[in-house]
């Protein structure tokens, strides 16, 4: 407050609207540091929450044009050559022009047949956990016969002896198992020596779900993580990643 000459206060704007900076400031007292801690915290702690927010929105978001941008590339269509036996972004592996094969995740066969037409000598035992799935898959692959059978089947416990498939492939259905570190070993009993698993999937930033881990979604995984389990279940991967690590595509040789 200001003194006139005439030992009166003079009024200001501020004092009259109550927009005086010293009316803006918490009161506490300024000696106490726990207190200036606290108050310090909490100015801090707003933008971080609305921070994680935007940063979940922007994750889903992201993930939702990649699935409708990308799906194509990480299909069948796409995940190997027309010429039959090489797989774009798995180095110098080739596929067998003759193999047993187990899709898991088939959903109404699309993609089964993208796969058979590629590969007409190739067997194909097509799963879904999903009934209604395994019965839209049927009806639309019938004209393929016996060679492309359409089963329900659980990817964490499939019922298949060992060592029965040369080629297994699951695009875009490890973060709808759930459970996908043990659908992954299911994967490698049921394969035999030298076979080969196809994975392709969207992954949550390792950044996001170390920081926002209860926004993330149930099921969902990190690439730290299946980089971790391919191994740790006897594989031995070519792990290849696009979109600043958003998602993967790998053939793992048992």
């Given at each position: 407050?200001?003194?006139?000459?005439?030992?009166?206060?003079a009024?200001?704007i501020g004092?009259?609207?109550?927009?005086?900076?010293?009316r803006?400031?918490?009161?506490?007292?300024?000696?106490?540091?726990?207190t200036?801690?606290?108050?310090?915290?909490?100015r801090?702690?707003?933008?971080?929450?609305?921070?994680?927010?935007?940063?979940?929105?922007?994750?889903?978001?992201?993930?939702?044009?990649?699935?409708?941008?990308?799906?194509?590339?990480?299909?069948?269509?796409?995940?190997?050559?027309?010429?039959?036996?090489?797989?774009?972004g798995?180095g110098?592996?080739?596929?067998?022009?003759?193999?047993?094969?187990?899709?898991?995740?088939?959903?109404?066969?699309?993609?089964?047949?993208?796969?058979?037409?590629?590969?007409?000598?190739?067997?194909?035992?097509?799963?879904?956990y999903d009934?209604d799935?395994?019965?839209?898959?049927?009806?639309?692959?019938?004209?393929?016969?016996?060679?492309?059978?359409?089963?329900?089947?659980?990817?964490?416990?499939?019922?298949?002896?060992?060592?029965?498939?040369?080629?297994?492939?699951?695009?875009?259905?490890w973060?709808?198992?759930?459970?996908?570190?043990?659908?992954?070993?299911?994967v490698?009993r049921?394969l035999?020596?030298?076979?080969?698993?196809?994975?392709?999937?969207?992954?949550?930033?390792?950044?996001?779900?170390?920081?926002?881990?209860?926004?993330?979604?149930?099921?969902?995984?990190t690439?730290?993580?299946?980089?971790?389990?391919?191994?740790a279940n006897?594989f031995?991967?070519?792990?290849?990643?696009?979109?600043?690590?958003?998602?993967y595509?790998?053939?793992?040789?048992?």
């Open positions: 407050m200001r003194i006139n000459g005439e030992g009166a206060p009024l200001t004092m009259l609207t109550g927009r005086s900076r010293e803006q400031r918490p009161s506490f007292n300024c000696s106490s540091r726990r200036t801690a606290r108050y310090v915290y909490s801090r702690q707003r933008p971080h929450t609305i921070t994680g927010r935007v940063a979940v929105v922007l994750l889903a978001v992201a993930i939702l044009i990649a699935t409708l941008v990308l799906a194509k590339r990480l299909g069948s269509s796409s995940f190997c050559s027309p010429g039959g036996s090489s797989c774009h798995c110098p592996t080739r596929l067998p022009e003759r193999a047993d094969v187990l899709q898991l995740g088939c959903g109404a066969g699309g993609e089964t047949e993208g796969w058979a037409r590629r590969f007409p000598f190739w067997p194909i035992t097509a799963t879904d009934p799935m395994v019965a839209r898959a049927g009806r639309r692959l019938a004209f393929l016969g016996e060679w492309v059978r359409i089963r329900p089947a659980d990817a964490t416990d499939l019922p298949y002896p060992d060592g029965m498939f040369d080629l297994a492939v699951a695009v875009h259905v973060r709808h198992v759930g459970d996908w570190p043990a659908a992954t070993a299911e490698h049921v035999r020596p030298g076979g080969v698993l196809l994975l392709a999937d969207f992954v949550v930033p390792t950044g996001i779900a170390r920081r926002f881990p209860r926004s993330v979604p149930p099921g969902t995984y690439l730290p993580e299946v980089r971790a389990a391919l191994p006897g031995t991967p070519d792990l290849r990643t696009g979109w600043g690590g958003l998602w595509r790998v053939v793992a040789r048992r």
